[in-house]
């Protein structure tokens, strides 16, 4: 494996890294350590909707995509090179995330309707998506979702409830798996459907997360009628769909790993600048330079990792084992990373940004509180490991 980048891809990592800094303000640090009001998250929003149009006009989103559905047909690195970078800088991309993940499962499982209806909307930055997966008694165990989609005439009738559906309350559609057989083992009786969100019968609720922030949603179908065009892939096919999906978002270990990656050389930065009360720089005391030594080793082995996983996609190898590995490692690294950043802060590592006495503007304070899901949101850690002894190890199941 050569992890170096071709010049064609150093021109374009240049490029991306001038983009950010014409578009990011001067100390952006990513999300609002403390935007935990109505108006903080409506702003945000807007910022995110206004990088999304940036970055389409440039041709940057769905770039690997053929060109007939909008796409650029370039290689799957420079997307890798986007991401990255808009990972590392804070920029606002969940949104822009789930709408290229969608794009990426419609590519692959769409019919040709489908992919010339939604592709190219989405590459002009024009709709948002989320993922409808995670039930109340269906979390990890996504087998278990219970939603129905009944058969009526040319359509099919949803009942049931989606929860932790993050960015729903700005979608415009989701990628929704619903169990049309319910004689048949549990994961044979799956389809995946392409619903407007807009359509009657859909309500939702917000839910809260622990920093404030109201990112993710409770979904309800009453009744919802979705054409039978909108199935995505093979009735009762849903179980590779979503196998893709995941497959996916385990890949989620790397972003936490780019973001975590900033958030040590924040704190570096910091150590090196700050005295304790005999004067010394915190950077001397030996438990916290071999604290961020140790952060330091572990974020390198993920980047690697993370690079190790897009050259295999580059190459069209299996991932769904590594990107399991990858998934817990990132969570709990981050996990580490913020007790000990918040540790090392001392009293001020528990202040947000509003206060006189704040240090690095509330960052460590909002990190903590997030990476309680880290090793729990997408799918747990438990899964991801059973995952990697399966399909990675050959292991029989427990």
């Known amino acids: 494996m050569d992890f170096r980048f071709t010049p064609d891809e150093e021109q374009f990592l240049k490029e991306v890294q001038a983009f950010l800094d014409e578009v990011l303000p001067p100390d952006w640090l990513g999300v609002d350590p403390d935007g935990h009001n109505e108006q903080a998250d409506e702003d945000l929003h807007q910022f995110d909707l206004e990088i999304r149009r940036k970055l389409a006009a440039r041709g940057w989103l769905g770039l690997q995509w053929p060109k007939q559905y909008g796409g650029q047909e370039a290689p799957m690195m420079k997307r890798f090179i986007l991401e990255q970078e808009l990972i590392y800088r804070g920029a606002p991309y969940w949104a822009i995330s789930a709408a290229l993940m969608t794009g990426d499962m419609i590519l692959q499982f769409g019919t ?111 009744n919802v009628r979705v054409p039978k065009t909108n199935v995505l892939g093979a009735l009762n096919g849903g179980w590779g769909v979503a196998l893709f999906g995941v497959a996916t978002e385990k890949s989620f270990g790397y972003w936490l790993i780019n973001s975590g990656r900033r958030d040590l050389q924040m704190l570096i930065k910091y150590c090196k600048e700050t005295r304790d009360v005999d004067g010394r720089l915190l950077c001397q005391d030996p438990l916290i330079r071999s604290r961020l ?31 399991c590995q990858l998934r817990p490692l990132g969570g709990s690294i981050l996990q580490r990373l913020s007790h000990i950043g918040v540790q090392t802060l001392g009293l001020y590592g528990q202040l947000d940004e509003h206060s006189e006495w704040v240090r690095l503007r509330g960052r460590m304070k909002y990190l903590y509180l997030a990476s309680v899901a880290m090793t729990i949101e997408g799918g747990t850690n438990e899964a991801s490991r059973n995952t990697v002894a399966s399909v990675g190890l050959g292991l029989p199941r427990g």
């Open 293 to 323: 030594a140790q952060l330091a080793i572990e974020l390198d082995v993920g980047r690697n990792l993370g690079m190790r996983l897009n050259w295999m996609a580059t190459r069209g190898m299996p991932i769904v084992a590594t990107a």
């Open 112 to 222: 040709e309707v489908q992919r010339q209806e939604f592709l190219p909307r989405i590459a002009r930055g024009e709709m948002q998506w989320c993922i409808g997966m995670s039930e109340p008694n269906a979390g990890s165990d996504l087998a278990n979702l219970q939603l129905k989609a009944t058969e009526d005439g040319d359509s099919y009738v949803l009942n049931g409830q989606k929860t932790w559906q993050t960015g729903a309350y700005y979608a415009d559609w989701v990628i929704l798996y619903a169990r049309t057989d319910p004689n048949v083992k549990k994961h044979k009786g799956i389809t995946t459907f392409l619903v407007d969100l807009k359509s009657p019968g859909v309500s939702m609720r917000r839910i809260p997360q622990i920093t404030g922030h109201p990112a993710f949603c409770e979904v309800f179908y009453d």
